[in-house]
């Protein structure tokens, strides 16, 4: 719908041109009507109209002057000048000020309605356009923080090119050939229980999520993903500044950054800086911030530069990383596993960058402590891959190397899930059959657990993932059908059914037959004489 103002001191030339814009057009709506220059600025600023028709000679402010101040305030207007007389004087005002059409008096109906047609299909198709550019926006706005961990993790992981920087220039909007990285960390949290657990995982989401929105207000920069513990931004600055002002400028930064968080997130965190590098030695920026986040100072924001003497003799293997991505190792958790490796090689290649042979004689003792760990699960010595060993000594290329450790890890864990897998498909084999030989009893889901020695809770969430029935509906379900077999027999009777099956009471026994076959016994019994089942 298209909303018009008119703004006129004539009141039968309002109600005119409300009565023809009611009777031919459908899709036009008076929102108001002025009857001076100030009115009708009031107007406009308060109803927001798409159309405007403006009478020049008003009282008070004339019409030129007041389209003036309407479009200081409000530009998204098409106006339309309406006056009893042809001032030519104002022609060179109106189209300054891209008045659409003039519109003499007394109103040409037919000349109105075509101006008014004219003029909605111009505003329909900016309000097209303009949700066309809102959707283009909201979809950029999605895809840039994807671009972004893409751009960071590339710089971290992928030998430190990016092919065609340009491009991301251009989509980032900032030069990108010279930086430096910072790097937050969350100190460890000792959680005691569930709760606690969740609590500083979200505390640590928040903190995140402050870190990239405070430090891009403050500074332009592009944000990382999460790495466990740590959040890192490359801050792009320009190759030609000192490098004592780009320390200071970074300290600001990472200064503001810090209070804004401290402000808003109860949580201990440590920001550590690298210095200046090309963009192709982001990961050498990178190892310095992240010393010195790690620099044991424990202040809130450290400058490698600043402790470099210090930070350079407290590079040790970071074997916490180890134990967690064996934790993950241990519960199958894929997504986990490769992405704390990925930290760990990139720590190796960092700190071994011209030296490939230490790199594979870590991974090969990395390869032999996860074999220890998933064959301590499956009981089998068969997993330890020796080609997989062969071919990694042969590679010389550190890339080629972490993408076919990333493939041993996948293929090590979907071998261990099918071994599992077919493990569990055993148990849930002679837990049915331990059942069938027993349902006459009063079996209960303890007894079929300790038969094959798994533990009742466990064995719980086993048997309704395995079969999709819990143990209770099961057992009914199979007593059930056995009945039905004994009624099937002429000779057997309601109660020597109920009791063969494993039930005791007669009445309780006629009740779940009945929920389970919409018959009692004695009906089931009877329906099959009649069919001749018997």
């Known amino acids: 719908m298209i909303k018009l ?39 406009a600023l308060d109803l927001k109209p798409d159309i405007i028709l403006m009478d020049i000679h008003i009282p008070g402010i004339n019409g030129i002057e007041a389209i003036r101040q309407i479009k200081n305030s409000y530009n998204d207007a098409e106006f339309v000048i309406i006056s009893a007389y042809e001032y030519f004087q104002y022609a060179k005002d109106a189209v300054n000020l891209g008045v659409y059409e003039y519109i003499t008096k007394p109103v040409n109906k037919y000349k109105l309605v075509n101006v ?12 097209e356009a303009l949700k066309k550019e ?13 671009l972004e961990s893409q751009f960071i993790h590339s710089l ?17 909007g900032m030069k990108l050939r010279y930086g430096y990285a910072m790097v937050a960390t969350v100190k460890n949290h000792e959680a005691c229980t569930k709760t606690d657990t969740i609590s500083i995982s979200l505390l640590k989401q928040k903190f995140y999520d402050m870190f990239s929105m405070q430090l891009k207000n403050i500074c332009p920069c592009l944000i990382g993903p999460p790495l466990l513990d740590r959040v890192v931004a490359f801050i792009p600055m320009d190759e030609k500044t000192d490098a004592y002002d780009l320390r200071n400028i970074s300290i600001s930064y990472a200064n503001k950054l810090g209070e804004k968080i401290a402000r808003n997130v109860k949580i201990p965190f440590e920001i550590g800086i690298g210095k200046g590098y090309n963009i192709e030695l982001f990961t050498k920026s990178y190892k310095e911030a992240s010393k010195s986040v790690n620099s044991g100072k424990g202040e809130t924001v450290t400058h490698f530069e600043d402790f470099h003497g210090v930070l350079a003799q407290q590079d040790n293997y970071p074997i916490h990383k180890e134990k967690l991505y064996l934790d993950k190792l241990s519960t199958g958790d894929l997504k986990g596993v490769l992405e704390i490796f990925e930290e760990l090689f990139l720590w190796l290649t960092a700190n071994n960058p011209n030296d490939v042979n230490k790199i594979k004689s870590k991974l090969i003792e990395l390869i032999i402590i996860s074999q ?11 997993l330890l891959d020796s080609e997989f060993l062969i071919q ?12 076919n450790y990333m493939n041993y890890l996948k293929n090590l864990l979907v071998n261990v899930e099918e071994k599992k897998s077919k493990k569990l498909n055993g148990f849930i084999i002679k837990a049915l059959e331990y059942i069938d030989e027993n349902y006459q009893h009063n079996l209960t889901l303890d007894d079929v657990a ?33 009945a039905k077999m004994v009624l099937k027999d002429k000779n057997a ?42």
């Open 116 to 127: 008014i047609n004219d003029l909605s299909q111009i505003i329909y198709s900016k309000k």
């Open 372 to 382: 220890r760990t998933v064959n301590r699960d499956v009981q089998d010595d068969s």
């Open 450 to 482: 300790k038969e094959i020695s798994m533990s009742y809770h466990h064995f719980s969430k086993f048997f309704k993932e395995s079969t999709g029935k819990n143990f209770v509906d099961y057992i009914t379900e199979l007593r059930i059908e056995k």
């Open 134 to 146: 809102m959707i283009l926006m909201e979809k950029m706005n999605t895809i840039i923080p994807h």
């Open 493 to 534: 009777n309601v109660k020597e059914a109920c009791y063969e099956v494993g039930y005791t009471d007669p009445n309780y026994f006629s009740k779940l037959f009945k929920k389970a076959t919409g018959m009692t016994p004695t009906e089931y019994r009877a329906n099959s004489i009649s069919r001749g089942v018997m």
């Open 392 to 403: 990694l000594l042969s590679i010389d290329d550190p890339n080629e190397i972490k993408l």
């Open 156 to 172: 971290l992981f992928n030998s430190n090119t990016v092919d065609d920087l340009s491009f991301y220039e251009e989509i980032f």
């Open 5 to 43: 103002l008119i703004a006129d001191d004539e009141h039968i030339v309002i109600q005119s041109i409300k009565f023809i814009i009611h009777k031919f057009l459908d899709d036009v709506e008076v929102v108001g009507s002025a009857s001076s220059g100030r009115e009708a600025i009031e107007k």
